[in-house]
């Protein structure tokens, strides 16, 4: 069934996602409406390979029969940028003599699809993920959705034009040297670069294999944020995966102390108008709260030459030196004359250069020592493509500016929009952190993406108010429950008795079993497992004084402990898990998704 289109239509993947599980849009009108839009853009240059309508509707339909309320992406579609394995469809990375028909997903899309993603195309790129701008394909260049003389950003240039354009809520990009923050900005959307190894890059076809990382672009921070949780975790078939929970989105802090450049570092080539909207940007900090506090961005421009003037060239090489060496017609020009540099480089080279970055993390660590985060332009400026195509080495060089020392320097990242110029070219801002603060940069990223009243993407729709925290007042702290703690069952008495208060009734992200103890009274535990490979379960949130939640804790008994548990729609928050050394005669109930329905049985048999 093809579903009315329009802004009144569902665009995010929350709304999108809440009207699925609403019963007022299935999945299988979502897809259709998508295909529907593909075909009404009409830009071939956008998706290398699409699925076939048919087939991405039936699976869309399938979802039916699944728990809706346990898949965080409930009938949501997505596009893969095409140096990312999907099953299904041939990875070229944008080169048709490099394609190959991967054998599985890659542990990225398996998780989205775990979560109810449906994937339906594998979108084009800046060849082997070597540039900025997105006009280095044979298979054309996709147009910007925001101005068709503009360059779609690149590498990741059709998955930021599918988002940018509406045809798709999510979209996968890769951040090696800003290739998930440029065309964000071109496009006026969000591109959330998470900290290297927060997700696993299985899968991923390497363009400097030491610095890259999948990212993600969407419409709103919140919904970024949601697929980032659903693909985070470690992976034991990347080497670089490192497990790093995303942790909870919360208030604006009170204190929050944001970096700016020291007067007369900033660098916009002549663009005043770029220059007056990052002056609007700061001052809009300003509004909300935020402290701007003076810091020296030269050690982080030094760095930012060392990725292309330094060995990391070498790793782009290591990559295609097989087809350089066999059909060296087959790559792009442009990308040729850079990758091909990388044959030259020395040991010597290499050593002295990884020196130097590390003295420069020094200074970048001392940096944050009394900073939350950075908040630089995301591009200095922003060009048509005509010129790129005039001077195709010069100004993709420019648009690294702020991006490039970013991975190197093992920071995570969110580019948020942050205007749209007179001239009709968006203007955007990227704020930086050390590694493992990805949830801090999506709490004042969402808060100052909302402030700007900005229409989504390119269709004009506007942002809804941002979603209510689940957060308690006071000196209250959440802890979530999953068993005989909950509403009405065996030891509910004991939380009612230290005066809790129940918050709300959710699930687990998709990453747990949960177990029959043999305890009196009875109970479950909770174990964390390798995400996608558990499930999600029912569990009740409620809130303690403080003082309360130290006695309560205290009581609790072998082999019951208290961790972090994520949640199906990616906060995080504490709650009841158990030790592992008990299963053993533990009894597996994941199937029955919660302890009421184990139980409802368990006293009929």
């Given at each position: 069934m093809k579903a009315e289109m329009g802004a009144e239509q569902p665009e995010t993947i929350a709304a999108i996602v809440a009207a699925h599980r609403a019963g007022t849009m299935t999945p299988a009108q979502t897809v259709a409406r998508t295909y529907q839009r593909i075909r009404d853009h009409n830009d071939p240059a956008i998706f290398i390979s699409l699925r076939d309508e048919k087939d991405a509707i039936a699976e869309a339909g399938k979802l039916a029969a699944k728990d809706a309320a346990s898949l965080p992406l409930y009938g949501v579609p997505v596009a893969v940028k095409d140096n990312i394995d999907a099953l299904g469809f041939p990875t070229t990375a944008g080169?048709?003599?490099?394609?190959?028909?991967?054998?599985?997903?890659?542990?990225?899309?398996?998780?989205l699809r775990a979560a109810g993603a449906i994937i339906i195309g594998k979108t084009n790129l800046d060849q082997f993920a070597t540039g900025l701008v997105g006009v280095r394909s044979p298979y054309g260049i996709p147009r910007n959705s925001i101005r068709e003389d503009l360059i779609p950003g690149g590498s990741s240039s059709g998955s930021a034009v599918a988002?940018?354009?509406?045809?798709?809520?999510?979209?996968?990009?890769?951040?090696?040297?800003?290739?998930?923050?440029?065309?964000?900005?071109?496009?006026?959307?969000?591109?959330?670069?998470?900290?290297?190894?927060?997700?696993?890059?299985?899968?991923?076809?390497?363009?400097?294999r030491t610095l890259d990382c999948i990212s993600v672009f969407a419409l709103t921070v919140d919904d970024a944020a949601l697929a980032l949780s659903v693909m985070t975790g470690p992976d034991q078939a990347d080497p670089f995966s490192r497990d790093r929970?995303?942790?909870?989105?919360t208030p604006l802090p009170a204190n929050l102390r944001l970096g700016v450049p020291r007067n007369g570092q900033l660098i916009f080539f002549g663009d005043k108008k770029a220059e007056a909207a990052y002056g609007e940007a700061l001052k809009r900090w300003t509004t909300l709260g935020a402290e701007l506090v003076e810091f020296d961005l030269e050690p982080f421009y030094e760095t930012a030459r060392l990725l292309y003037e330094g060995p990391w060239v070498a790793e782009r090489y290591l990559v295609i030196k097989n087809l350089l060496a066999s059909?060296?017609?087959?790559?792009?020009?442009?990308?040729?004359?850079i990758t091909a540099a990388g044959a030259r480089l020395t040991a010597a080279e290499t050593f002295s250069a990884l020196y130097r970055l590390q003295g420069l993390r020094k200074i970048a660590e001392r940096t944050f020592a009394n900073i939350d985060a950075l908040v630089l332009p995301t591009a200095p400026t922003a060009y048509t493509t005509a010129q790129v195509l005039a001077n195709p080495v010069e100004l993709n060089s420019r648009l690294g500016t702020y991006t490039n020392f970013v991975n190197l320097l093992d920071l995570c990242g969110l580019a948020v929009p942050a205007a749209m110029?007179?001239?009709?070219?968006?203007?955007?801002?990227?704020?930086?952190?050390p590694a493992g603060r990805d949830a801090m940069l999506a709490s004042i990223g969402r808060?100052?993406?909302?402030?700007t009243k900005l229409t989504l993407g390119a269709k004009g729709v506007a942002q809804a108010p941002l979603a209510a925290l689940a957060r308690s007042s006071g000196d209250e702290i959440p802890i979530a429950v999953v068993g005989a703690h909950l509403s009405g069952m065996a030891l509910n008495g004991e939380l009612k008795t230290?005066?809790?208060?129940?918050?709300?009734?959710?699930?687990?992200?998709p990453d747990y079993k949960l177990y029959a103890l043999k305890t009196t009274p009875p109970k479950p535990g909770l174990l964390r497992v390798e995400a996608g490979t558990g499930?999600?379960?029912?569990?009740?949130?409620?809130?303690?004084?403080?003082s309360a939640f130290g006695k309560f804790v205290n009581a609790i008994p072998a082999p019951m402990a208290i961790g972090t548990i994520r949640l199906a729609d990616g906060r995080s928050v504490k709650g009841f898990l158990v030790e592992p050394e008990a299963l053993g005669a533990a009894r597996d109930i994941t199937a029955y998704g919660g302890w009421r329905a184990y139980m409802k049985e368990a006293a009929t048999t």
């Open positions: 080169c048709p003599a490099f394609s190959y028909a991967p054998t599985h997903d890659s542990t990225a899309v398996e998780r988002v940018g354009a509406g045809l798709v809520p999510l979209s996968l990009g890769t951040d090696t040297a800003g290739s998930g923050r440029v065309p964000a900005l071109l496009n006026n959307i969000v591109g959330l670069k998470p900290s290297l190894g927060m997700i696993s890059t299985a899968g991923l076809v390497p363009a400097c929970p995303l942790g909870a989105i059909a060296p017609d087959s790559i792009h020009p442009v990308t040729r004359e110029r007179t001239d009709g070219t968006p203007f955007g801002i990227t704020l930086l952190a808060v100052f993406h909302a402030d230290l005066n809790a208060k129940l918050i709300e009734a959710t699930r687990t992200a499930a999600s379960i029912e569990l009740e949130i409620w809130s303690l004084s403080s």
